[in-house]
């Protein structure tokens, strides 16, 4: 039987850089993992693109989404919905493939409960300024909904101590690399528990 991929939630506050350290991964030759396309009622920024950035819906959409269970997890962030479609999720596990979500943090809460044995990292600023200053530098969002953005994470900052890993972005590439030996240490232990259990039930 095909092993199962491996789930990787990559979750923080918004602005700390999570879209530009997936970026960076996905442009690497060798990434083995495939991302999760979201849904969201969020209208599209410039230069988004429906099926790449993000599938915008409508509220209505959204919500019939939710009633039919075609979501792995969902949240209201900011006045919009963001969620993750589970089809698609565990389609790709059970192919053998290694599935990235990049989400915010209630969305990971609702990822671990169903998913304990995936693996979770907390991308983290290296200050609360300096995430202030990568949202307003972003130049996406009015100063409304930075505030809201910035009082939310302070709590998201608080559930950081839930996540396996915690990897702070000061350098994108140095993150990056944290990343990638957080994902092929975790394949390792994974394989040595297989082959232990493999192996204890050979001999009895
Ligand atoms: N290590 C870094 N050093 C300096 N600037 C960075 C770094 N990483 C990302 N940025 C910049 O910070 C801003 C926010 O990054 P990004 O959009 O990737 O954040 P995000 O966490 O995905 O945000 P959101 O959750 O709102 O989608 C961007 O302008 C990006 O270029
Ligand atoms: N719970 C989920 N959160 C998601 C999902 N896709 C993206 N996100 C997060 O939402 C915020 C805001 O995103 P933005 O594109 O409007 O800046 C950010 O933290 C994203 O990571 C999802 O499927 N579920």
Redesign the pocket.
Known sequence: MKEKGLLIVLSGP?GVG?GTVRKAIFSQENTKFEYSI???T?LPREGEVDGVDYFFKSREEFESLIEQGKLL???E?VG?Y???PVDYVRETMDDGNDVF????V??AKQVRDKFPDGLFIFLAPPSLSELQNRIVTRGTESEELIRNRMDTARSEIEMMNLYDYVVENNEVATAVEKINSIVQAEHCRRERVEKRYKKMLEVE
């Open positions: 918004s999570k979201s849904m969201t969020r997890e969902y949240a962030y919009n963001y969620g993750t979500l990049e989400i915010e209630q969305g």
